[in-house]
C-alpha cells in the first residue's frame, strides 16, 4: 500500500516538474521570439511614445523655362513651434511671443498651453521673416523651436500667372502647373526627433535623430521667357490702348506643340492669389475659354478644299456680289457689295465669306465636318494644363445648307484658342497635329540632370505636305497683300488670318458692336518656326476687325520672337501691297567709304546719328539693304580711311 503511494508521489511529482519544464519552454521560446523577433518593432514602438518630431518641409522643386530661367522659386519662411509640455512658464513665454509675432498675448497663451505634443503658432507664426526668427532664437525659451520652412515666390509676378498657378500656405500646388505636377515638385518632408517622458521633459540620455528632407524636382517648360515676355508686352499695351474684356495670346512651336508662350488679361499676382476673384485665377482663357472664330477658322476650310483638289486658288474664279442666298437666307460679305470677280486665292486675301460658302458647297457637310473633327476640333488637345473646354459643332444630322455655309466662314461653330492654334500649325507644318505641351522635363535640383522627359505626340497626319505648302503660300499672300497687311514683318516671311467675330449674349441672339477680333500668324511661312495667336475680345474706340486691332500685336510679336529666336531673315516671299495708310519703308544705302559730306544726298527720308571723329564712314547701322520705317534712324561711325 506504501509502495503504491509513493509511486503516485513520484508520478505526480514528475507530472508537476514536466508541466513546469513546458511552462518555462514556452515563456523561454516567447522572450526570445519577442527578444530577437519583436526586438526592432517594439523598440519602434517605444521610442515613437517617447519621440517628439519637428518636421523639416523639403524644398519645392523649381519651376524654369527651356533655358533655365527661374520662374517659380522658394524663399526661406521659418515656422515658430512649440512643445507645451517643454515650456517652464507659460505666461512669459506667451508675453515674449505675442511681442515679437505680433499676436494678442491670449492667443500666444492658449498656443503654449495646449494640450498638444507639439504646436504651431499660427497664423503669425507661420512662415515669418528671417528677422522675426532670428528674434524668436534670441529670446532662448524652452520648449519654443523655430523650424526651416519655405514659401513660394514668382519673382516675374503677374509674368504666365495662369500657366504657373499657385501653391497655398503648406507649399500645396492649387492651380495650373503648381497642381498638375504637385507630387513631382513637393519632394518628401524630413523631421528633427527627440526623446521625453510621459511629462514631456526631455530625455538628455538619448540622442537627437535627424532625418534630412528629399526636395521636389525642378520642372523644365517649353516656355521660352524672351517671347512670354514679348506676349507679356503686347497684351499690356493692348489693354491700356483698347480697355477690352478680355485678351488672349498664344504661341507654340507648330512642329512639335510646345508651347512657347500663354497668357491672358485679366490676369493675377500668383504670391497674392488672396486678393483675387476666383473666377480670374481659376480660368485659363486660352484653353478654357470658347467662342466663334471667325475668319481665322477659314483655314480649315480652305486645307479641306485643297486636299480634296475641290479648288485651284490660282485658275479657278469667283464673282461676289456682296451676298449670297443659300437656304431662303441671304449671307452678306464684310464688305458692302462684295469683291466683285476674283480667284480663289484673292478670295483667300480677301477673306471673302461668300467664296468660303461655295468652298464649303463644294466639299459637302461629310468631307467638311471630318476634316473639322480630324484637326481636333470637338474635343480637348490634351495639354498639361487643367480646365481645357471641348468646344462645340454642330451635330452632321442637324447640319443644313445653312449650318453648312456659316460652319465654312467659322460661324455657328465654338471654339477653344489652344485647338485653333494646334489646327493651324498642322495646316502649315506639313499636316501633323500634335498635342500640345508646356511641362517639357523633370530635372534633379541638384545635379540638373532630366529625370523624366515629355517627348512629343503626333496624333495624325491630316492632310498632305504638298496641301500644306499650298496654305502656307496662301496665308503670305494674306499677309502682303489682303486683309492681314498690318501683320507684315520686313525681313521675314508672315503668313496668317484675320478674324472678326461677333460675340453671342446669353439670350442666344448676336451681340451689337461687340466682337472677338483675332489674328494668327506663321513665320518664317516657307518654313514655319513659330504660331502666334492674339484675341482681343470687345476692343473699346476703335474699328473692331481683326486687321485693325490683332495683326499688329501678332507683328510684333512674330518679329520681336524670331529675333530673340535667333531665326535668320529669308529672302524671296510675296512683297507687301502698300495701300493707305500703310507707309512705305525706305531701304537703308550703303554709306561705308563716303565722306561725311556726301551724307545729303542719301539719307532723305532717315536721320543720322553720328558718333567718332574722321572725315569718312567706316561703319554703319543698321546694314545696307535693310529695309526701316520712314524717319528712323542710322547710326554711322566716322574715322579715317
Not at 522572450?31 to 519602434?44: A, H, K
Not at 486675301?349 to 466639299?363: A, D, H, R, V
Amino acid at each position: 500500500m506504501k509502495r503504491v503511494t509513493n509511486m503516485t508521489v513520484q508520478k505526480r511529482i514528475v507530472t508537476v516538474f514536466l508541466f513546469a519544464f513546458i511552462v518555462i519552454g514556452i515563456i523561454i521560446i516567447r522572450l526570445g521570439y519577442v527578444q530577437f523577433v519583436w526586438s526592432d518593432f517594439l523598440m519602434e514602438q517605444a521610442q515613437a511614445l517617447w519621440s517628439r518630431d519637428i518636421v523639416f518641409e523639403p524644398e519645392r522643386g523649381k519651376i524654369v523655362d527651356k533655358h533655365g530661367e527661374v520662374l517659380a522659386e522658394n524663399v526661406s519662411a521659418p515656422t515658430v513651434m512649440v512643445v507645451p509640455r517643454q515650456v517652464s512658464n507659460p505666461e512669459e513665454t506667451a508675453s515674449a511671443l505675442s511681442k515679437v509675432l505680433g499676436m494678442s498675448y491670449q492667443d500666444a497663451l492658449d498656443n503654449v498651453t495646449k494640450n498638444e505634443r507639439i504646436v504651431i503658432m499660427q497664423p503669425e507664426g507661420r512662415k515669418i521673416s528671417e528677422d522675426k526668427a532670428v528674434a524668436v532664437q534670441a529670446l532662448n525659451l524652452d520648449g519654443v523651436y523655430v523650424a526651416e520652412d519655405s514659401k513660394r515666390h514668382y519673382p516675374f509676378g503677374s509674368y504666365l500667372s495662369h500657366v504657373l498657378g499657385f501653391s497655398g500656405i503648406d507649399n500645396q500646388g492649387l492651380t495650373g502647373l503648381e497642381l498638375s505636377y504637385d507630387e513631382e515638385l513637393s519632394g518628401t518632408p524630413g523631421s528633427l526627433s527627440f526623446y521625453s517622458d510621459a511629462k514631456g521633459k526631455r530625455m538628455d540620455q538619448m540622442a537627437d535623430e535627424y532625418k534630412p528632407p528629399v526636395d521636389g524636382y525642378d520642372l523644365q517648360l517649353t516656355i521660352d521667357s524672351k517671347v512670354q515676355t514679348i506676349i507679356e508686352r503686347e497684351l499690356d499695351i493692348a489693354t491700356a490702348k483698347y480697355n477690352p474684356d478680355g485678351a488672349i495670346a498664344i504661341a507654340v512651336n507648330p512642329n512639335d506643340g510646345s508651347v512657347l508662350g500663354m497668357s491672358s488679361r485679366p490676369n493675377f499676382n500668383p504670391s497674392n492669389y488672396q486678393e483675387i476673384d476666383a473666377e480670374v485665377y481659376n480660368r485659363n482663357l486660352p484653353i478654357w475659354s470658347t467662342f466663334e472664330p471667325g475668319s481665322t477658322f477659314k483655314i480649315m476650310t480652305l486645307s479641306a478644299a485643297l486636299e480634296e483638289n475641290v479648288v485651284n486658288l490660282r485658275e479657278d474664279e469667283f464673282v461676289d456680289n456682296g451676298s449670297i442666298e443659300v437656304g431662303g437666307a441671304h449671307l452678306h460679305c464684310w464688305k458692302s457689295g462684295g469683291h466683285g470677280h476674283q480667284t480663289y486665292l484673292e478670295v483667300v486675301q480677301n477673306s471673302c465669306n461668300p467664296g468660303f460658302i461655295s468652298l464649303g458647297q463644294k466639299l459637302g457637310k461629310e468631307k467638311l465636318f471630318s476634316y473639322i473633327e480630324s484637326f481636333g476640333f470637338g474635343t480637348k488637345t490634351g495639354i498639361d494644363l487643367q480646365g481645357e473646354a471641348n468646344g462645340i459643332l454642330f451635330n452632321l444630322e442637324n447640319v443644313g445648307p445653312v449650318e453648312l455655309a456659316t460652319t465654312s466662314f467659322g460661324q455657328g461653330v465654338s471654339v477653344t484658342p489652344i485647338q485653333q492654334v494646334m489646327a493651324v500649325s498642322a495646316a502649315v507644318n506639313g499636316g501633323y497635329l500634335y498635342e500640345p505641351y508646356v511641362a517639357d522635363a523633370l530635372l534633379d535640383p541638384v545635379s540638373g540632370e532630366v529625370v523624366e522627359k515629355t517627348e512629343p505626340t503626333m496624333k495624325r497626319q491630316v492632310i498632305s505636305k504638298s496641301t500644306s505648302e499650298k496654305v502656307r503660300d496662301a496665308l503670305e499672300h494674306v499677309v502682303a497683300l489682303g486683309t492681314g497687311r498690318s501683320a507684315y514683318v520686313e525681313g521675314y516671311r508672315v503668313g496668317g488670318k484675320t478674324g472678326t467675330a461677333q460675340k453671342v449674349g446669353k439670350d442666344g441672339r448676336y451681340m451689337e458692336n461687340n466682337y472677338v477680333v483675332s489674328f494668327i500668324g506663321v513665320a518664317p511661312a516657307n518654313d514655319p518656326e513659330i504660331v502666334v495667336y492674339v484675341a482681343i475680345d470687345n476692343p473699346k474706340d476703335t474699328i473692331q476687325f481683326g486687321g485693325v486691332v490683332a495683326a499688329p500685336i501678332v507683328g510684333n510679336v512674330i518679329h520681336d520672337s524670331l529675333v530673340a529666336m535667333d531665326i535668320p531673315k529669308q529672302d524671296g516671299g510675296v512683297e507687301k501691297l502698300y495701300q493707305w495708310p500703310d507707309t512705305p519703308m525706305v531701304e537703308v544705302p550703303d554709306l561705308i567709304g563716303l565722306e561725311r559730306e556726301e551724307l545729303r544726298h542719301y539719307l532723305v527720308s532717315l536721320q543720322v546719328d553720328v558718333l567718332g571723329d574722321g572725315d569718312y564712314i567706316i561703319d554703319q547701322a543698321p546694314e545696307a539693304g535693310e529695309k526701316v520705317a520712314e524717319g528712323s534712324k542710322v547710326r554711322i561711325v566716322l574715322g579715317d580711311k
